[in-house]
């Protein structure tokens, strides 16, 4: 299955200019690491929520760090074994709007992110989230995600990029599609410095800003408290943000930036979908954009 990305350099002022994207083609693995059992655990504590939230969660930050008697000796550091070329930037939406678009990475199960699949999913006591801190800061580790979610929870491996390409990255709960969370590292080899968080498929994990699968246009709207600018439709049907337009979702507290895809409803038309094509612009608002009734497939958070 495909999966749309935005690329680009990450650390670019909210009032650039999206960077030209580079292809994540071109990562490749040249070693197979170790791979952590990915049995899941029944209560995983849950990260740090996002700094300013617009709707009330429960659940409470996860805690500070303990020695985890399950963690292996040798992700306690880097393992030198495992070899791979660092991922590419990935640009977010900045402040100038604008800009190429090109996928980065293949998306994983489609078949439960149609519009209505998660959309209303209904959340635990102890939601998952992702914040722009903790053991999803820029400085943080697999071993720090083995820590806070035991090993056996966590595995490094691999997962699809685009055209079949694969990147290494530490998955959490792989085997539950509903905890599952992708972490890629901006260095491999060490399994360090976060790079990129992904949510997609069936995933009820919230990340910065409120934001988690499903959300309508209106709702984006809400929690960005302004329209926003996206393309339109791609021949998958997917849509994918390219300006906050300098709302609320456009500055996150720790230094991290996101991003979201939006695939339109299965039962829009295709008549309805040809005037929105993705080589045009629109603003969330656009009265043919919400015919197309997109909600969101999947979240990209970036550092």
């Not at 670019?12 to 952590?36: D, E, F, K, N, Y």
């Not at 393309?231 to 996150?252: C, E, H, I, P, Y």
């Amino acid at each position: 299955m495909h999966r749309r990305w935005i690329e680009g350099a990450l650390l670019v002022g909210l009032a650039a200019t999206i960077a030209a994207p580079a292809s994540a083609q071109q990562r490749q693995q040249s070693a197979q690491p170790s791979i952590i059992s990915e049995e899941p655990d029944s209560a995983p504590p849950a990260a740090a929520p996002p700094a300013k939230s617009t709707r009330s969660r429960s659940g409470k930050p996860t805690p500070a760090f303990e020695h985890d008697p399950d963690l292996d000796a040798q992700d306690q550091f880097a393992p030198s074994q495992v070899l791979q070329q660092v991922p590419d930037a990935v640009a977010m939406p900045s402040g100038g709007g604008g800009g190429g678009h090109a996928r980065a990475a293949a998306r994983g199960t489609e078949a439960a992110t149609e519009p209505g699949a998660v959309a209303k999913a209904s959340r635990s006591a102890q939601p998952n989230i992702v914040a722009c801190s903790g053991v999803f800061a820029r400085d943080s580790s697999h071993a720090k995600l083995a820590s806070a979610f035991q090993s056996r929870n966590v595995a490094f491996t691999q997962v699809d990029a685009s055209s079949g390409a694969k990147v290494m990255a530490s998955v959490l709960y792989g085997k539950d599609p509903k905890r599952r969370l992708e972490v890629w590292w901006s260095k491999p080899a060490s399994r360090s410095d976060t790079h990129l968080i992904v949510i997609n498929g069936q995933s009820d994990w919230i990340a910065p800003g409120e934001l988690h699968l499903g959300l309508t246009l209106a709702e984006l709207e809400k929690l960005n408290g302004k329209p926003f600018k996206l393309s339109g439709f791609d021949k998958d049907r997917v849509a994918t943000l390219s300006d906050w337009n300098g709302g609320q979702l456009a500055t996150l507290a720790g230094g991290c930036k996101v991003g979201i895809s939006l695939r339109a409803d299965p039962k829009t038309t295709a008549s309805t979908l040809s005037s929105l094509t993705a080589e045009r612009s629109f603003t969330s608002s656009d009265t043919a954009l919400r015919a197309a009734n997109p909600t969101v497939s999947e979240i990209l958070v970036a550092y």
